[in-house]
């Protein structure tokens, strides 16, 4: 992990909440849930970001349009489960090098 997000991260696992609990002494999850050996929920997690002005949406598109420019949509869309399409609109938006790549099986 890069810094400055190294020394937040490190800070943050010392001070994990929920680490108290009778279920999570030993916990290895970064956000620790309520419930025994679980994380957090993503919900709770998406409702503290939003708090923060962190918007879920906001943040997966960025993160799309960052792969796209180290791969090929249709590949980055394969991996990651999501419509061809929208990936596509998001690499054309990004000027992604990878704007003519033909998708498909190349093997021919």
Avoid: C
């Avoid at 620790?32 to 879920?56: E, I, K």
């Amino acid at each position: 992990m890069p810094e400055p997000f190294a020394a937040l991260l490190l800070k943050y696992a010392t001070t994990r909440p929920n680490m108290l609990t009778a279920t999570n002494p030993g916990s290895h999850w970064l956000f620790p849930g309520r419930r025994a050996g679980q994380p957090v929920h993503p919900t709770t997690v998406a409702g503290r970001l939003a708090a923060q002005g962190l918007h879920r949406t906001n943040a997966r598109t960025s993160a799309i349009r960052h792969l796209v420019l180290q791969a090929p949509a249709p590949v980055v869309a394969g991996v990651l489960g999501y419509n061809n399409e929208s990936v596509a609109l998001i690499a054309a938006e990004a000027a992604s090098p990878w704007s003519r790549y033909a998708p498909g099986d190349h093997r021919r």
